[in-house]
């Protein structure tokens, strides 16, 4: 079965058609990247996932649970539970700034009844084990480095043992040296055989890590396949020259 | 005797001061929704109810609700109030006003991504509002809170003006009757150490609300 099935999804902001038809399925274990211009509907078509955004046509199933059913939204609190296991992780961490960075993981665990205040808060700090931050469980989200704020938020999706993580430009805020230590516990991640779908653009990570990469260009998925089929054999004049323009930075 | 009648207009001008704040408080808050509701008329009903506090002055309010209340036809008998009710009632609906606004620019500051985190987190509106929203808008509102308390002490002057025996009111009796201002001094002192405890009040939830 698979984790999560976009059937045909489109969203419009006003007259301007951000999605135009894109359909994806991401089975158990697999982990996908998403490469393309900015305003290629990338991040929108993963924030559609979370109920972010709405859309306005097609279908959306998370592990055989229906979110959207040819363009309405499930009831709130389905939504709620329909997405109550799909993690995300945004470019701009957004942490909680008020708490600490325990605080920040225990809090919706605890919330939402999952977990109690003293199982949640030995989760956190294994979890922060995990990403290499043990020491600064008591740390306000304020005194850490881009990549210490975004390895916290790996960390407080993970509280809630997610099927399914998205990640929406994860080290595009980060400062360069930062972002290896990002791509690291992802790269972890993987070795774990988390489920992943991952916007991004660093395009030797990508390669690296995914099983199958989606170029999005104008609202749909123009190309996908392998890295391999995407990075070698690119199909289009428009993949050629965006991977071409990445290059030429790098 | 200078205290000892003072000391009963301090208890006035104290009681009318605690009243406002715990009421007008809440009550700016829950404008602060309204005026962020779905509904265009419950927004403009809301807009058009600050624009009317702010914009009329407070001594002309407690002689409304004081006064005036009670002139209006068929209701108006229900509506006499005695001194202080019918100012704590003028001072937290006038303060709400003042309160909507400030608490309406601490929500516009925080930020968006706070609302997305706690949604794909699976938090419920209530728990986005009570744990996540208003502990970061305290922090932002919090210097305009301390000026608006401060303005609030010497504005419980004004209810003086419905016959209401604050400090103010006693003081002049006084000054009055002994042909001596040393009761206008220690009226001011007493404002003085008033206000200076509220900024010490203040400086420490600043401190506690400071992330």
């Keep these: 079965m698979e984790m999560l099935k976009l059937t045909n999804i489109v969203k ?70 329909v997405c109550a296991r799909t993690g995300m992780v945004f470019q701009h961490f957004n942490l909680f700034p008020h708490m600490t960075v325990r605080e920040n993981l225990c809090l919706a665990p605890v919330l939402r009844m999952v977990l109690d205040k003293r199982e949640a808060a030995k989760r956190a700090d294994a979890l922060l084990d ?70 991004t653009h660093e395009m030797a990570f990508a390669r690296d890590i995914a099983d199958r990469v989606l170029f999005m260009d104008e609202g749909i998925i123009a190309q996908s396949g392998t890295p391999d089929e995407i990075f070698q054999n690119p199909a289009s004049e428009r993949l050629r020259s965006f991977l071409r323009s990445f290059n030429r930075i790098a | 005797m200078i205290t000892g009648v003072m000391l009963k207009g301090i208890g006035f001008t ?78 937290a609906l006038n303060y709400a006003a003042y309160f909507c606004e400030i608490f309406r620019g601490g929500l516009l500051s925080v930020d968006k991504g706070q609302y997305e985190a706690a949604r794909v987190l699976g938090l419920t509106g209530t728990q986005t509002t009570f744990r996540i929203v208003i502990p970061q808008m305290i922090k932002v509102v919090m210097p305009s809170v301390a000026n608006e308390a401060i303005t609030l002490v010497k ?8 016959g209401i025996s604050d400090l103010l009111h006693y003081t002049r009796a006084l000054v009055n009757s002994r042909a001596d201002i040393t009761p206008f001094f220690i009226a001011a002192v007493f404002y003085l150490l008033f206000t200076f405890g509220l900024t010490k009040l203040f400086d420490a939830l600043e401190k506690k609300y400071k992330f």
Excluded: W
């Excluded at chain 1, 306000?140 to 997610?162: C, D, E, H, W």
């Design chain 2, 155 to 162: 504005d419980t002057a004004l209810a003086s003006v419905i």
């Design chain 2, 14 to 91: 104290l009681s009318l001061f605690v009243v406002t704040a715990v009421t007008s408080i809440p009550l700016g808050f829950a404008l602060t929704y309204l005026s962020n509701s779905k509904f265009r008329a419950v927004r403009a009903v809301t807009r058009a109810y600050v624009f009317v506090m702010r914009g009329t002055p407070l001594m002309l309010q407690l002689f409304f609700f004081y006064f005036g209340l009670p002139f209006i036809p068929f209701i108006g008998k229900f509506l006499v109030m005695d001194r202080f009710p019918a100012a704590c009632l003028t001072f």
């Design chain 1, 130 to 199: 995990k990403v290499g931050l043990a020491d600064k469980a008591d740390a306000m989200p304020a005194s850490l480095s881009g990549g210490q704020k975004q390895r916290v938020a790996i960390a407080r999706a993970l509280m809630l043992s997610p099927e399914i993580l998205l990640f929406d430009e994860p080290t595009s805020a980060l400062d360069p040296e930062l972002t290896g230590e990002v791509l690291a516990v992802m790269r972890g991640l993987a070795a774990e055989h988390m489920t992943m779908v991952i916007v």
């Design chain 1, 12 to 81: 419009s902001f006003g007259t301007n058609e951000v999605l135009r038809g894109v359909s994806l399925a991401v089975e158990r274990g697999e982990i996908i990247a998403v490469i393309g211009p900015s305003g290629s509907g990338k991040s929108t078509m993963l924030r559609s996932c979370v109920g972010l955004e709405r859309i306005s046509d097609g279908s959306i199933e998370i592990s055989g649970r229906s979110l959207v059913r040819e363009g309405v939204t499930v009831p709130e609190r389905e939504a709620r539970s």
